[in-house]
């Protein structure tokens, strides 16, 4: 099969496969649109099975960035990219510098960052061979401010789904309580919700216990638990046939990006009750304080001021979709679109 007939192809303007025998680099960038502006995302370093799970994710991801970005507000298109590999095993400078060399020769039509497998320390290594890079140091760890907007998003959903304007009483199940989670647990442990928390690395499980009075499930019970706010915050793909059927709670909620295994998942959730808060809409917030890496103006009010900005978003397109009798996922993505759109035309 062709990367033109993928199913998440999707019109991508550009789709490089970088291969450097000397580094050993298998790596693919994808560049969704750049109507915006330069096509920014992260680069995630993952020992995919196959080079077409490998193309497939970095499209899916790709194209997600684009429509974050749009609902952001941000002046960027959507662009991703996946170095194959172990990134516990390896990973190295070289390797590192030699996919930075092909970012660079795109001349600024895309712009790296880190994502999972990928962390501030290695983009540093970028920035060595390449100027079109974010995420550095000086914008600082992202995933504190992701979790910020997720809990805005949270809010959200809480103020649309259960009518209440406080999350005092109510019980969140997070899945995976890694860099984003953690911070979310703090956030909502101080907002008064109880916590049910989930994953593979018990010392995790044991921080979140310990420092925000969260209760620990096994990973493959924490679909079950009862919960009002179920939020997946670990890997893609968990909201789907086997685990929608054992949902309890009555939102989805978290940082995780491509949350729904297929699109068809999110009118699962709508036939049981369930309000799906779309992920790329939530999640914006770190990309919202790194981008100011790649426009070179820092000022964390006003980031904050953008993040916190993600309530009415995320509020605007429940109301929209409860008002056409649609899924919050097709209209996120038409809000999307048509902010690209608009760019297209205002660029005639
Ligand atoms: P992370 O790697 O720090 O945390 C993920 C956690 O999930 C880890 O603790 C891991 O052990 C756990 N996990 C993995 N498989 C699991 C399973 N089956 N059950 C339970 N837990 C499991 O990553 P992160 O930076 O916290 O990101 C979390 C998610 O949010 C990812 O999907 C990422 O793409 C997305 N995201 C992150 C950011 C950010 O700013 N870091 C921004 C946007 C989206």
Redesign the pocket.
Known sequence: MSVFDNREYDNHEQVLFCRDPESGLFAIIAIHDTTLGPAAGGCRMWPYATMSDAVYDVLRLSRAMSYKNALAGLPLGGGKAVIIGDPLKEKNEKLLMSFARYVQKLGGQYYAAE??GIGVEDVEIFAKVSKYVFGLTKTGD??P??AIGCFHGIRASVQHKLKRDTLKGLTVAV???????QHLCKILHEAGAGLIV????SE?VAYAVKNYGAKAVA?GV?YTQEADIFSP????GTINDNTIPQLKASIVAG???NQLDEARHDKMLHDRGILYAPDYVI?AG?MLNASGDIFGEYDVNEVMKKISGLYDVTLRIFETAQQEGRLTSEVADELARQKITEGKVSKK
């Open positions: 994502d999972v992202p995933s401010f992701t899945q995976g309580v890694g860099k984003v989670g989930a994953d593979v690395n995790a990973p924490i915050c670990a890997m893609g940082s995780a990006n999640n770190g």
